[in-house]
């Protein structure tokens, strides 16, 4: 390494020295900063978007919404459920849940780091005040001025001193100003995570939430069998008295109602397991939330869909994806940079004086200022390998970029199609329980009438339960997909709502306006 003076000596002039050293070294580096900064600039790689959603198909009785003419809040999307005990515990999310405020403290940490990596852009200065006492032999004592004391066998001396001094680094070839480039936009990739963190705890609470009204449905469903086996267990009670049916039949009955009453007690389970896991994510301990017991609704809103292309503006993780795409394109100028030599500007100013009256003294000031220029003459290839580094840490991220856009568009797929084939399924599983209720009526009825055994008519119960069950899953299978499908959409949020770069570098009020990097 080697090191070119390029001027340091003082001068007999001390006229600008009446302006602070700080501005000196500002307005000599301005034009520096105002020039290139090396480096390849920044253009979001294509995505793997297709023209249409494959899945998209109209299903009877039920359809997508027409974009245009959906009316879905912007950040408050389950407000479509139309469920004020839903919408009291989603409000709750983005200000309690725990895991959020730890992504929100990333992102503040993340914006706080601009200011630090912003730093290198200004001067260095430093100042001091000293005194010193010195004696030399014996026999001193304090005269009435109190600076020099003499006598035939020593002294003393005071002196006082006043310094400061300034360096810079100018960022001639964009260094800085590319970190700082890459620290913004990782501080909007951190806004991004939060809000894909947001929108996700969202998503799992509503389809927590729909999972518990699923289990009082299906206490609901079977505490009517229930009532229903307790009355056939009584009837089949007065017949085996009467003597019109075979005992047996009793004890047939009898298991088939404890059965129920047992699958009727289990649901209680997984409601607390659920309503548990709503509290801790609405930031609360267990015992202080308690939700109501509801029947989980039958009506599925219509969710607007629009084409693939607008996932890259509406997916918070994919927004999050491309802008440290351009964070690690800046990490290339960054590394390029070191290619080229860096200079250095340096200034003092000291004066000194005893008594202290003759600290301001012009004969008592010293000044210099200097400038250098170091260039790495052998590094072995570092330089070279870091900027492959950074090339390598790019491709990276757009690969990353691109699976996320990938994995998007497939979640979204998923969801659309379980939605058109659970919609369907659903007409048909109606259709089925009819069936299977008529079923059970015309076996009873057969019973009653000595026609057939009880035996018979347990398996239609048994039957016509298991499929009520089934439409029962199938319900909640489509109210927890239609969740899924809106947060799949981006929940209503858009890239629109990350800091801007220039909002991100306004907390400095000293950043002079030729240093802001690019503010879009």
Request: charged residues 15%.
């Amino acid at each position: 390494m080697t090191s070119l003076p390029l001027s340091t000596r003082p001068s007999r002039r001390t006229r600008f020295l009446r302006a602070p050293l700080a501005t000196l070294m500002l307005g000599a580096g301005a034009l520096g900063l105002s020039g290139c900064m090396v480096g390849p600039s920044y253009k979001r790689p294509s995505a793997p978007v297709s023209a249409k959603f494959k899945e998209l198909k109209p299903a009877p009785g039920w359809d997508y919404a027409n974009p245009k003419l959906a009316d879905t809040p912007k950040g408050q999307w389950w407000l479509i459920y139309h469920d004020p005990q839903l919408n009291a515990l989603e409000e709750q999310v983005a200000i309690s849940n725990q895991n959020v405020a730890e992504y929100d403290a990333r992102y503040r940490a993340a914006r706080a780091q601009i200011n630090s990596v912003r730093a290198q852009l200004f001067p260095t200065l430093s100042g001091g005040f000293s005194f010193n006492r010195n004696a030399q032999g014996g026999g001193s004592q304090n005269s009435a001025s109190g600076s020099i004391i003499s006598s035939a066998t020593g002294y003393t001396k005071n002196t006082y001193s006043l310094d400061s001094s300034a360096s810079w680094d100018p960022d001639i070839w964009g260094r800085v100003r590319r970190q700082i480039q890459a620290q913004v936009t990782e501080s909007q990739a951190s806004a991004a995570d939060l809000a894909y963190e947001t929108l996700t705890y969202q998503a799992q609470l509503a389809v927590a939430y729909f999972n518990l009204h699923y289990q009082d449905s299906l206490h609901a469903l079977l505490e009517r069998n229930v009532k229903f086996y307790e009355q056939a267990l009584e009837i089949t009670q007065n017949q085996v008295t009467a003597g019109t049916s075979d005992p047996t039949a009793v004890l047939e009955a009898r298991y088939q109602l404890e059965q129920t009453r047992a699958s009727e007690i289990a649901t209680g389970t997984l409601r607390a397991q659920y309503e548990h896991s709503i509290a801790v994510m609405i930031g609360k301990a267990p015992a202080d939330v308690s939700i109501p017991v509801a029947e989980l609704s039958r009506d599925i809103p219509p969710i607007p869909v629009t084409l693939p292309a607008t996932l890259l503006q509406r997916r918070p993780d994919i927004a999050a994806a491309e802008r440290r795409m351009e964070e690690y394109n800046a990490n290339i100028g960054a590394a390029i940079a070191a290619f080229y030599p860096s200079f250095a500007l340096s200034a003092s100013y000291e004066q000194s004086g005893d008594p202290i009256g003759t600290l301001m003294n012009i004969g008592n000031r010293i000044w210099s200022l200097g400038a250098s220029a170091t260039e790495n003459l052998f590094e072995g290839g570092s330089r070279t390998a870091a900027v492959h580094e950074a090339n390598a840490n790019y491709d990276l991220y757009v690969a990353e970029y691109r699976q996320t856009v990938l994995s998007a568009l497939q979640t979204t797929e998923d969801q659309l199609a379980n939605l058109r084939i659970l919609n369907e399924q659903a007409r048909q599983q109606d259709i089925a329980l009819t069936d299977a209720n008529r079923a059970v009526t015309v076996e009873f009825n057969q019973y009653m009438a000595g026609i057939v055994a009880y035996t018979s008519v347990i398996t239609n119960e048994q039957n016509a339960l298991s499929i009520a069950e089934s439409a029962l899953q199938i319900q909640q299978s489509r109210m927890v997909d239609s969740a899924n499908l809106v947060a799949a959409l981006g929940g209503g949020w858009s890239a629109d709502q990350l800091p801007t770069k220039g909002s991100l570098q306004t907390d400095n009020p000293f950043l002079p306006s030729f240093i802001q990097t690019d503010k879009n």
